[in-house]
């Protein structure tokens, strides 16, 4: 059903198609930084996984999949957010200055964790096809793709199922301690922009320099857990992730856990900027928020 102009004030709505927007944004214009660090990380090394060629090998899963994965993460946050808000909005009445030091970094961190499980729904797959197309290890998303959906005539639904979502777990412990340490910082440097600028909206650009910041920080801190999800997700066997973790610092040390720390910490900066830049502009563009009231 079309998308009425009295729908876009609602901050569901809203949230919906500007993180569309900045997700498609932010995974397309750097997606070369992405794919040189999965190679980085590849078990195989830099050169054999591929090196700096074609480095927009995958991107078709991309195309697909960051609309509805960013969209999905928005919405969960932005809900649970205003949500949790208006009920610790209740909870102190009298002390407002109570809620607002202890209880919006927790909702924060409450929030975007919720919207980083909710996004792995679309993530999770879209990035499995997309890293062993980075690797080369297929000649393109479509081709990773169908040899996957070819695992049903040996392995039935249950097996693709499996492969299109290996590593979700450990995707998940990545994204959500990341997001734990990004959002809430971009939140907090927000909040601190309208107190000191003393006005109520924050421009695009305070946003995405917001964003590069607390993204650049969260980016650093999750780079083993990182490593670990790109090495889960090459694989084509099955994998468990303390083994895995044994056997890298058995083999490599723990410097192998800090591969591709550098393309990372760049592509994040740049992608917290663009990110959360976009989203701003997008959020700020489709107009100002409506609540019903009930």
Known sequence: MPISVNDVGNPYTKALLAGAMAGTTVDLSLYPIDTLKTRLQSSKGFIAAGGFRGIYAGVGSVVIGSAPGAALFFVTYESIKVSLLRSSSDSYPGAPQLQNKWTEPLIHMAAASAGEVAACAVRVPTEVVKQRAQAIQYRSSLEALQAIMALRSTLGFRGVWSELYRGWGVT???????????????????????????????TPIESAIFGSAAGAVAAGVTTPLDVLKTRIMLSTGKVEVWPLLSHILKTSGPRAFFAGLGP?????????????????????????VTFNQP
């Not at 412990?173 to 809430?184: G, N």
């Not at 900066?269 to 701003?280: E, I, N, R, T």
């Open 172 to 202: 998940v412990m990545r994204e959500v301690p990341f997001t734990v340490i990004q959002f809430p910082l971009w939140e907090a440097m927000k909040e601190w922009r309208r107190r000191t600028a003393g006005k109520d909206d924050i």
């Open 264 to 288: 990372r910490v760049l592509w994040i900066s740049a992608g917290g900027a663009v990110f959360l830049g976009s989203y701003q502009w997008a959020y700020n563009a489709l107009g100002p």
